[in-house]
């Protein structure tokens, strides 16, 4: 059982590239959702889904696109990186259901150069 | 506008002793509050949670305490250890929205 599964794990792109984190789950949550984590700012919500076809703005969506076209995967996009995503992404899912654990994936940490 | 308030930002406790994380929140409507541990270089991992119809909630040397008058919610640590060195998230939730979290307290546990 993976759990959840974030790639890549490090990742440095260039101001206006384009790229794609991976986010996958084999525990078949309804709910999975992306963080990301600044120091002294906490974990900040950027895209969410309740399940396959739906997806929801988070705290700071700007920059960022996802989809949901199975409950295994939530990918999340970068369509013109910029420095100020530089920051470690968090992918995490549960089951749609109050007080449910989230399961965190391991983190991939992006520098936009 | 923040939704949790987490303190402190950083904390330092001798070996042994007790390291106590507070969080304060303004929304009644929260119904679930988890304490999230993460590690250097991983992701977070759920600790220890609490519901409001509870006042305390024991797991080993973690209790979280918790003052539904107040809105506020604490992790004590009992004897604190090297290993539990690591950030503490706060976060609470409510329904189906997504869980928000505090920004956070570094432990640091000193032999």
């Known amino acids: 059982n993976a759990g959840v599964t974030q790639t890549p794990k490090f990742q440095v792109l260039k101001t206006g590239q384009s790229m794609t984190l991976q986010c996958a789950q084999d525990?078949?949550?309804?709910?999975m959702s992306w963080y990301r984590q600044d120091p002294g700012m906490g974990l900040r919500l950027i895209h969410y889904?309740?399940?396959?076809?739906?997806?929801d703005q988070g705290e700071v969506p700007n920059g960022y696109n996802v989809s949901r076209s199975t409950t295994e995967d939530f990918p999340l996009r970068l369509l013109s990186a910029a420095p100020s995503q530089t920051s470690v992404y968090f992918c995490?899912?549960?089951?749609?259901?109050?007080?449910?654990?989230?399961?965190f994936g391991e983190g991939s940490w992006l520098t936009v150069v | 506008q923040q939704q949790v308030k987490q303190s402190p930002q950083s904390l330092i406790v001798q070996k042994g002793g007790i390291s106590i994380i507070n969080c304060a929140y303004e929304?009644?409507?929260?119904?679930?509050f988890p304490w999230y541990q993460q590690f250097p270089g991983k992701g977070p991992a759920l600790l220890i949670a609490?519901?409001?119809?509870?006042s305390e909630k024991k797991e080993g040397r973690f209790t979280i305490s918790f003052n539904k008058s107040a809105k506020q919610f604490s992790l004590h640590i009992m004897d604190s250890q090297p290993g539990d060195s690591a950030t503490y998230f706060c976060?609470?939730?409510?329904?189906?929205?997504?869980?928000?979290f505090g920004k956070g307290t570094r432990l640091s546990v000193i032999a």
């Open positions: 889904s309740v399940g396959a076809g739906i997806t």
């Open positions: 609490i519901r409001p119809d509870v």
């Open positions: 929304n009644t409507a929260f119904d679930y």
């Open positions: 976060a609470v939730f409510s329904g189906n929205t997504p869980l928000v």
């Open positions: 995490a899912s549960s089951y749609l259901v109050s007080g449910n654990t989230i399961y």
């Open positions: 525990m078949n949550h309804e709910y």
